[in-house]
């Protein structure tokens, strides 16, 4: 088999496959798939082995037409009440105070809580709720400015996961395992993807003022992937990325006459080492990350921003002005061309995060305060810079939590079903898509479960979640594990 | 509610599995051959069977009573069934063969696509032919090594050892020739680097290249093998592949402050050349096997290095996860083979039933957690003893004083208590009691006595002799198949027993004798023994392509922890077969292994490439060079400590803390870093603190291991996070001065001599006449910017050292120094 070509890690079917028997697969067996893509595919199979080093961060075609090129990922963490957010429940109003039984729910069972009392009375929610936009689709009174956003909007109310624990709920959200050490969406949607910036990083993490998610960095790893493809966490004051500037203060003219000095050594040994692609990698990246020191502070600069958009975004208050300048961030990164942001609203633990145990009116009231307007600002200033089309947003947190009370004003983590909402790129605005059940205990119609939204997220990029595969341990690994459900009613 | 959707399951079947099965056939293609070899019941038609028909007719599942899982059942038929369902010779008498072609309702398989005609077809030609059923065929990798003689070669000159016979034969038979051997400066950086993990210093590097003899190298070799960096080098290999960590994970992600041992343990092993038999028996049984050894209990703590949620509500999908992880990881390290493939659902490229998958669960089962003793003081050296001391010296008169105060008030105590008391109770002064009956300023006394008691005892604990480690519950819980992997879903119990196609193709119960005293079950003990015999297929080989790789970059087998079929084949099976002969026959000797690689000519190549073999071998698959190594994140690290001069030599206990960032500790929830001394932080990486959710950011930027996954291979990844840590980081820019001003001392103020040595230190060598030019111009420029700098204002001697600096700088960011040529 002198034809053979050998796909490791990146292989979609086999391990080894005839190149004329994987071409021509790709042809009829399994339509949908760009051929490019797979040349892409190759191309980094061809890189792996050592034949030709290909940047593995090059853009790549999608495997299926899409509009959504880029990914802001709007993360509340700490698990928001979706009964006090987007999913009004008047019925909770009407049990106020009664048990949750099967007189309220049928066949309702246990009640699993994660540290609260499972006999605590069902509570209705203290915020009152008022219909948006043509679509008028409620909103609570937390989430004025997102509200008048609705007709934009895609909200998921049946949304469930598999763990009311926050590391195994962070990792299920963000990686597709409750176990640690899976790749991180973003990861894939790089790793399928690639990004058109190369002097920014293709995937960029900004977590809150107050400290990073439980868990941390496996949060937004590449898992059993190679680094290429794991987050970059970005600060969005001073120097952006870590170990962006010299740390000593070593001056511009003294940095490049080094870098220079570097590139004379490296070419002299390359040259006596001749064809090694890996040596030449490495020296690019140099290059690289000298281009990077250049451009990751211009984006953080938003001295070039109007005042008014830094007003839409609420960088003038106080409460707005942390979560505001991610917004604007996250605009400006996805308008250079990144694939994928994630931003964290919420940070380190208890009330400093949406885990509302104690009071819901003080932590959703604190955390939306702080939210409400820079989400706002984030879709209007994407849909009149032409971006919105071409950018998927998503809202969500690890679960939803508790219709029932914990210590009288509080609420326990719910795994059982949330609210996850999508806005911009192939997102049908002004929809509602499935349901909680009356009390918004649990998933009621139409429920998808958390991998059923990564597999729309990759759907909305151009990617089958079946087909994007990576080979590790024997196992054609998936975001989605088996596959999952693509959520077609939240699609425009 | 996790498994839910796995009904996608048999679909995914279908549209993937089948067109291997086709391709796996032993049906002949060339059509102008008249003669239709046998299909093999094995090889082709159970395949088909399994993939389409097993989930509802098999052992467990039996629909219309009709198994077919078992091959003789196909001539007996089920309930609905009364007869065969084979009819040996006729297809179309064959009712099997009438329900697939959906001549008899339901065609099978029911509520399925139907089979692909040309599947239909094979199994009706092996009706035809008799319906044979052939013995299993077991292959690579799942048959013994074989005995293979050591090959001729044409060009015997340039042949060590017999690795140089295989490697070279190969390459002869494809008129390839391997490339010169690498300059010694060269070769003395390669197994520096390789057997030790730092580059030599100057005394070391002058003692080999000023030795002429023949025998220099040799010599070098075994004094490095015999050096105890060797230890802390290797032993970082097994490390990664057992996922070590100093942190449970997950969202505490709480200090295991124990831990540690386990890593002291696998240094201390590889550095006395612990026979490999012998480190896996200790790793899953060494309670049971050597309960006197103190290293065999801590080693025991292998089966505890997953990481573990500690806030898990469900605690039983916690401890079956648990189970999972541990027989997966000993699948992978210990026998190569991707055995958690079977988890759910028999392996779809090896042979490993889901029942195999159980059964060697079963011997993990009756696990439970627990702390052992250690004897002779866990093997501590008197650093880490002293540290018990120490602490003791405080902790002696602190209790002395608690209980002095103790006494003084319980009499008191005692007087007021019995006072209350009625008649004939027995009176009892309780600590809270005396508590009491203390005045505010003692009682405030005491409270500061116990908080200091309980200072000194927290840094006392982690060092006390105690491991921690596994044992076996008393009563010994059933053992499941379940299915699909859920545990809600159990099937049939099952026994102990070893995956049948790596013991000769028979499932059979393994032979369990509970050791004496009774306290464990022995279970582990039999599946040591059994990894361990000689006639295990896969351990010794799995073991020398591990060994081999590191040396070489790349294995015999390219996928380390993957021999089955969706890893690579071997390149040199014959080579790879003669290792593990060898290996065993020198007694599992890790060390004689490293002997045999490095002194052979394969590995004493140049890492140039040729224009002519590259074209016949890209990927250099047949080692015609050697390959270019890149330095992992720790050899790194400890390179540049060992180059200025600083990195502590001091081995084992606790993991250390250097410094790090508020950037890089913001990045967690919990800000769980430790403070440790300068000399502490300046130790060895296989020493830094292994926390999960906080890894050392030079390391992770050179693909450090995950420290959650096993990790057989270090991916690596050329990315610019790697070029901003190195030469924007603090540690790199403040080791870069250090090194300086090591050279200004060894070199004085000459600028040249300063050049020389510093192209010493770092790169082991001279610099060319040019390259002193060069660097010259560079220092006497930066030497003038440093001056100009209004930022850092400075003098000229400060900027001729800042200069310098500058220059190392840039010398340990080269290529040169980075990769091993």
Request: aromatic residues 8%; neutral net charge; charged residues 25%.
């Amino acid at each position: 088999m002198s034809d053979e070509i050998i796909i490791r890690g990146s292989q979609h079917f086999q391990a080894a496959i005839s190149r004329r028997e994987f071409l021509s697969r790709a042809g009829t067996g399994f339509g949908g798939m760009a051929l490019s893509f797979l040349m892409a595919q190759e191309a980094e199979a061809a890189a792996r082995s050592g034949k030709a080093r290909v940047n593995p961060l090059a853009p790549k075609t999608p495997m299926i037409p899409a509009k959504a090129k880029s990914v802001i990922f709007l993360f509340m963490y700490g698990g928001v009440s979706h009964v006090d957010t987007f999913d009004p429940k008047p019925d909770l109003v009407k049990y106020n105070g009664k048990s949750l039984n099967t007189d309220v729910l049928k066949g309702v069972g246990e009640i699993k809580t994660f540290g609260g009392d499972s006999h605590a009375p069902l509570m209705r929610s203290p915020f009152s709720f008022k219909k948006y936009g043509k679509s008028g689709i409620e909103v609570s009174e937390i989430y004025p400015n997102v509200g008048a956003c609705v007709d934009d909007i895609c909200f998921v109310r049946s949304i469930y996961g598999d763990s009311n624990n926050h590391a195994p709920a962070l990792f299920e959200m963000n990686t597709g395992s409750i176990l640690q050490g899976h790749p991180s969406v973003g990861s894939w949607v790089t790793y399928g993807l690639g990004t058109s910036n190369q002097d920014l990083p293709a995937y960029v993490v900004m977590t809150d003022h107050r400290g990073g998610p439980i868990g941390g960095a496996p949060n937004w790893s590449s898992g059993f992937m190679p680094a290429t493809y794991q987050g970059t966490v970005f600060r969005s004051n001073g120097t952006p990325i870590l170990d962006l500037a010299p740390s000593d203060g070593m001056s511009a003219a003294e940095q490049r006459a080094s870098l220079d000095l570097l590139g004379k050594l490296n070419e002299e040994h390359l040259q006596a080492n001749p064809g090694d692609s890996d040596l030449e990698a490495r020296i690019a990246a140099y290059e690289l990350a000298y281009r990077m020191q250049a451009h990751a502070p211009e984006v953080v600069d938003i001295s070039t921003e109007t005042e008014e958009t830094k007003t839409l975004y609420g960088l003038n208050k106080k409460e707005t002005e942390e979560f505001g300048r991610k917004c604007l961030l996250a605009r400006r990164l996805v308008e250079r061309g990144v694939r994928f942001v994630q931003l964290y609203s919420g940070g380190g633990h208890s009330d400093d995060t949406w885990d509302a145990h104690g009071d819901i009116v003080y932590n959703h009231g604190m955390h939306a305060r702080e939210t409400d307007q820079p989400i706002a600002a984030l879709l209007k200033d994407l849909k009149r810079k032409g971006l919105l089309d071409s950018t998927l947003v998503v809202w969500g947190g690890e679960f939803g939590r508790m219709p029932i009370s914990q210590g009288g004003k509080g609420r326990d983590h719910n795994p059982g079903v949330q609210t996850v909402w999508m806005a911009g790129g192939g997102i049908k605005g002004g929809t509602v898509v499935g349901s909680s059940d009356e009390v918004g205990y649990k998933a009621g119609d139409t429920p998808y479960h958390i991998r059923d939204l990564h597999a729309t997220i990759l759907h909305a990029m151009g990617l089958n979640d079946l087909q994007l595969t990576y080979l590790y341990n024997g196992r054609n690994q998936r975001l989605t594990e088996n596959g999952g459900q693509v959520i077609k009613q939240a699609l425009a | 509610m996790r498994f839910s959707r796995l009904y996608i399951l048999p679909v995914l079947l279908i549209s993937t599995a089948l067109p291997a099965i086709a391709s796996g056939s032993l049906i002949n293609k060339s059509k102008s051959n008249s003669l239709i070899p046998l299909v093999s019941y094995q090889e082709t038609i159970a395949p088909i069977l399994k993939a389409r028909c097993y989930s509802c007719h098999a052992a467990d599942a039996h629909s219309g009573g009709l198994i077919l899982d078992s091959p003789l059942s196909l001539f007996k038929g089920g309930a609905k069934t009364a007869s065969a369902i084979v009819v040996k010779g006729s297809p179309s008498s064959s009712l099997l063969i009438s329900y697939l072609r959906g001549k008899k309702q339901p065609r099978m398989p029911m509520k399925a696509p139907p089979l692909p005609a040309d599947q239909i077809a094979l199994i009706e030609t092996w009706i035809k032919q008799g319906a044979k059923i052939d013995q299993i065929k077991l292959g690579w990798p799942y048959t013994p090594p074989k005995q293979f003689a050591v090959p001729q070669v044409k060009n015997s000159a340039w042949v060590h050892n017999p690795i140089d016979n295989f490697v070279l034969a190969k390459l002869e038979s494809k008129s390839l020739k391997p490339a010169a051997p690498a300059a010694r400066v060269a070769l003395l950086r390669r197994v520096y680097a390789d057997l030790v993990g730092v580059p030599p210093n100057p005394e070391e590097a002058k003692s080999f290249l000023s030795d002429t003899t023949p025998k220099a190298y040799e010599k070098l070799v075994d004094r490095l093998l015999a050096d105890h960096r060797y230890g802390e080098r290797w032993g970082r290999h097994w490390l990664d592949l057992v996922r070590y960590a100093d942190s449970q994970g997950y969202e505490a992600d709480n200090t295991r402050m124990r831990a540690w041992r386990f890593r002291d343990y696998v240094i201390r092993s590889f550095n006395s050349d612990k026979p490999y038999d012998r480190f896996i028996k200790e790793q899953l049984a060494g309670d049971e096997l050597y309960p006197s050894d103190s290293d065999a209990i801590t080693a025991t703590g292998y089966a505890r290095l997953c990481s573990w949620d500690e806030l898990s509500t469900d605690h039983d999908q916690r401890w079956q996860d648990y189970l999972n992880d541990a027989t997966d990881t000993t699948g992978s390290v210990m026998l190569g083979l991707t055995v958690g493939c079977a988890r759910c659902h028999d392996h779809k490229y090896d042979r490993i039933s889901q029942a195999d998958y159980y059964r060697m669960q079963a011997f993990f089962r009756p696990t439970k957690w627990t702390e052992a003793n250690l004897p002779n003081s866990g093997n501590d050296p008197p650093a880490l003893r002293e540290k018990i001391s120490e602490a003791e010296t405080h902790l002696v008169p602190l209790r002395k004083q608690r209980e002095e105060l103790k006494e003084k008030y319980r009499a008191a105590s005692l007087a007021k208590k019995e006072k209350t008391a009625k008649p004939g109770d027995k009176v009892v002064v309780s600590d809270d009691d005396i508590n009491n009956a203390m005045p505010e300023h003692d009682r405030i006394k005491r409270e500061q006595l116990q908080n200091e008691i309980g200072h000194w005892e927290s840094v006392e604990e982690p060092f006390k002799p105690i491991a921690d480690v596994i044992s076996d519950e008393k009563d010994i819980p059933k053992t499941f198949l379940l299915k699909r992997g859920n545990l809600l879903t159990p099937g049939s119990e099952v026994q102990p027993g070893f995956v049948a196609s790596l013991a000769g193709g028979e499932e059979r119960p393994a032979k369990i004798i509970p050791p004496s005293g009774g306290a464990t079950t022995g279970r582990r003990t039999a599946l040591a023994n059994w990894i361990t015999s000689a006639n295990n297929p896969v351990t010794a080989r799995v073991m020398v392509n591990r060994i081999w790789q590191h040396h070489f970059g790349r294995g015999i087998v390219a996928t380390p922890s993957d021999f089955g079929k969706n890893g690579d084949k071997p390149t040199h099976p014959e080579l790879l077969d003669w290792l593990a002969n060898q290996f065993v026959k020198n007694g599992w000797s890790i060390k004689q292994m490293h002997r045999l690689m490095v002194l052979s000519n394969t590995y004493q190549m140049l890492t140039h490439t040729d224009p002519v073999a590259v074209k016949k071998d890209p990927t250099n698959t047949l080692f015609w060079r050697m390959n270019r190594i890149r330095l992992e994140g720790e050899v790194l690290r400890d390179s540049i400590l060992s180059v200025s001069g600083r990195l502590n030599p001091e081995m084992y206990g606790p993991g250390v803390f250097p410094k790090l960032s508020e950037e890089v500790l913001s990045t967690g929830s919990t800000h769980k870093w430790g403070a440790s001394s300068e000399a502490d932080s300046l130790r060895r990486t296989v020493y830094v603190f292994q926390r999960r959710s906080l890894p050392l950011p030079i390391v992770e930027a050179f693909d450090g291991p995950d420290m959650v996954n096993t990790c057989p291979r270090r991916s690596t990844t050329t990315i610019s996070p790697q070029a901003l840590a190195l030469f924007n980081g603090e540690f790199s820019i403040s080791e870069s001065k250090k090194i300086a001003e090591r050279v200004i001392q060894d070199a004085g103020p000459d600028p040249i001599n300063q050049i020389v040595h510093s192209y010493e230190l770092t790169l082991i060598r001279k610099p060319t006449f040019s390259q002193q030019q060069l660097v010259l111009k560079f220092i006497e420029n930066q030497t003038r910017l440093h001056l100009q700098d209004k930022q850092n204002p400075t003098d000229l001697s400060n900027a001729k050292a800042s200069a310098l600096a500058d220059f190392c700088h840039v010398l340990i960011n080269t290529n040169e120094f980075l990769y091993l040529d």
